[in-house]
């Protein structure tokens, strides 16, 4: 059975068929109204700081989720269209390549960002391809806390 994500609120939900109804479109998310859903092989669960971004298959930014403005401090608007590694400044490009290019999720990448305001931020990403045929990805980042913080500077 599929598991679905809303990369805007971050509501999972189970999908027989990742169709709406009787219809052929995509399922919406019934929590926030976005309007889609994206497609994981496994259930995820994003920690409450997660900011998500989705992609096309070109690493184009199409939307971003409630955390990524408070994550980096770039609106929707800056983002849109950008490549997302070179938007938020990504410290490797190798996780979202071998996602997008070989379509295999990378969890747990330990990567910095540059936020809006110039600054370096470690986060750990993790990568899931799109099983459809518009390919792209999602992009989930999490900031790191306390103790890992810390190790990851030193």
């Keep these: 059975m599929p598991y679905f994500i809303c990369p805007r609120?971050?509501?999972?939900?189970?999908?027989?068929?990742?169709?709406?109804?009787?219809?052929?479109?995509?399922?919406?998310?019934?929590?926030?109204g976005f309007g889609f859903l994206f497609e994981l092989l496994d259930d995820y669960y994003p920690a409450p700081d997660t900011g998500m971004?989705?992609?096309?298959q070109d690493r184009r930014v199409l939307a971003i989720g409630r955390g990524m403005f408070?994550?980096?401090g770039f609106p929707e608007a800056d983002l849109m269209g950008r490549d997302v590694v070179e938007a938020l400044q990504l410290s490797d490009a190798k996780p979202v390549d071998?996602?997008?290019?070989?379509?295999?999720?990378?969890?747990?990448?330990?990567?910095?960002?540059?936020?809006?305001?110039g600054h370096q931020k470690a986060v750990v990403a993790d990568v899931f391809p799109a099983y459809d045929e518009d390919g792209g990805l999602l992009v989930a980042l999490t900031p790191l806390r306390g103790i890992q913080e810390a190790q990851a500077a030193g």
């Design 9 to 32: 609120c971050k509501e999972r939900t189970v999908d027989i068929d990742a169709q709406e109804g009787f219809s052929r479109q995509a399922p919406a998310c019934r929590h926030c």
């Design 53 to 56: 971004v989705v992609t096309d």
């Design 70 to 72: 408070e994550l980096t």
């Design 98 to 117: 071998l996602a997008r290019e070989w379509g295999v999720r990378r969890l747990g990448e330990r990567l910095t960002i540059r936020t809006r305001g």
